[in-house]
């Protein structure tokens, strides 16, 4: 594994972390805490050190199963999760974005993941009139200094949202999460600059476009009504994996799985620090974490 400095924040991150949205049940199936903590003990002997979650993953039921899992090992852990949005059902959530329900939603993600403190606290894909409120932001960095959380970090909801992103410093933000990989390279025009104007880590999420740069999806793939795939489009999905199949054809040499390729692909780039796929097995992790081998020394980050 390798490993790379989170912008300011300081935090040494794997270039390649776990992605846990698919522990709230939202990805066409549900976890036991065996299948969590398997998937989590084979990322930690991997050298994977950062996951990535939220607190509506189900109603922090990802968080849930992450912190029966880290138990015994927190301090092995970068953890790394969300506010804003209240779970009800699967696919159905509200905004809280008041400063006063931040902290809620802070202590019951503590809870669930049995710790004291998070790594780092991201504002969830939240529009910029709710970014944009002083108190909010006064309130975080008040537990910033009270020990809850160590950085504060914007989980952009748009890949083009430059507000947020070029005030990411101005209130006590240190990294963004930004959706990035092959098939949406949007990030690379204004978000990225700013990241490194300002030193900001960059964890890109959906590295994968959703599986398609797997390799195993064919245009015409139908989804599962519990699958979040299923709630867009069959034309924009019969797109993407139609390019996705131009790709693997075009891009992808020859005898190199597609997966890691697409990994390797998104931490070239220089404002990358980590990617965050989401990992639906062991033998998931293990593919994940291969894209490492396909990583050439150079990276800014890399020293």
Request: with cysteine; proline share 3%; hydrophobic share 40%.
């Amino acid at each position: 594994m390798k490993y790379r400095t989170l912008g300011k924040t300081g935090l040494r991150v794997s270039v390649v972390g776990v992605g846990t949205w698919q522990f709230g049940g939202e990805w066409g199936r549900e976890y036991s805490a065996a299948e969590a903590d398997a998937i989590l003990g084979r990322a930690k002997e991997l050298g994977i050190n950062l996951i990535d979650t939220a607190e509506c993953y189900g109603d922090h039921l990802s968080e849930s199963l992450i912190g029966q899992s880290i138990a015994g090992s927190r301090g092995d852990w970068i953890l790394a999760t969300k506010f804003g949005h209240e779970f009800h059902r699967s696919f159905e959530r509200t905004d809280r974005f008041r400063a006063e329900e931040a902290v809620r939603q802070l202590d019951l993600s503590l809870k669930a993941l049995r710790t004291d403190y998070v790594d780092l606290y991201q504002f969830h894909s939240g529009p910029d009139a709710a970014f944009d409120q002083d108190t909010l932001w006064d309130t975080l960095n008040r537990q910033v200094e009270a020990g809850k959380i160590r950085h504060l970090g914007i989980s952009i909801g748009s890949n083009r949202n430059i507000h947020q992103t070029s005030n990411a410093t101005k209130v006590g933000a240190g990294a963004i999460q930004v959706v990035y990989n092959r098939l949406d390279r949007a990030p690379e025009e204004e978000v990225f600059p700013s990241c490194a104007e300002q030193n900001l880590g960059v964890l890109a999420r959906v590295p994968l476009a959703s599986g398609f740069l797997s390799g195993k999806y064919r245009p015409g793939t139908k989804f599962e009504a519990n699958d979040v795939r299923s709630r867009r489009g069959q034309e924009d999905l019969d797109r993407q994996m139609r390019e996705a199949e131009r790709i693997r054809s075009e891009e992808v040499p020859a005898g190199v799985d597609m997966a890691a390729w697409a990994l390797a692909w998104c931490l070239k780039h220089p404002a990358v620090t980590t990617v965050i796929p989401g990992c639906k097995d062991v033998r998931q992790v293990e593919a994940n974490a291969a894209a490492v081998a396909l990583v050439e020394g150079g990276h800014p980050q890399d020293a």
